[in-house]
């Protein structure tokens, strides 16, 4: 089973950019959609970005235009470039697959790295 390790969180300005990472621990080159969500607490986990195999990427409304999701399989490594940051983009972030555990969709994460945009 491929696991994922998230990393890049951390305390930012407004304003400032992350770069967050998620190390596969297999090959991602079979999995076709990979994607960057977040979640605070006592909401659910939101989309934030996707990226297939192919390179198409889906973006949230939230984060158009600011943020860029990218993959390399060839380092098993799924990127998640955020830039202007701001205080709603505060959150823990997760990256995730989906999968078919015992015959029902379900989704791989990783433990999720924390991103606080404060002054």
């Known amino acids: 089973q491929v696991q994922l390790v998230e990393s890049g969180g951390g305390l930012v300005q407004p304003g400032g950019s992350l770069r967050l990472s998620c190390a596969a621990s297999g090959r991602i080159d079979n999995i076709d959609t990979m994607g960057w969500y977040r979640q605070v607490p006592g909401n659910y986990r939101e989309m934030v970005a996707l990226v297939t195999s192919g390179g198409h990427t889906v973006y949230s409304d939230n984060v158009k235009g600011r943020c860029t999701i990218s993959r390399d399989n060839a380092e098993n490594t799924v990127y998640l470039q955020l830039n202007n940051l701001n205080a709603a983009d505060t959150g823990t972030y997760y990256c995730?697959?989906?999968?078919?555990?015992?015959?029902?969709?379900?989704?791989?994460w990783g433990q999720g790295t924390r991103v606080t945009v404060s002054s």
């Open positions: 995730g697959f989906p999968i078919t555990e015992r015959g029902s969709p379900a989704m791989r």
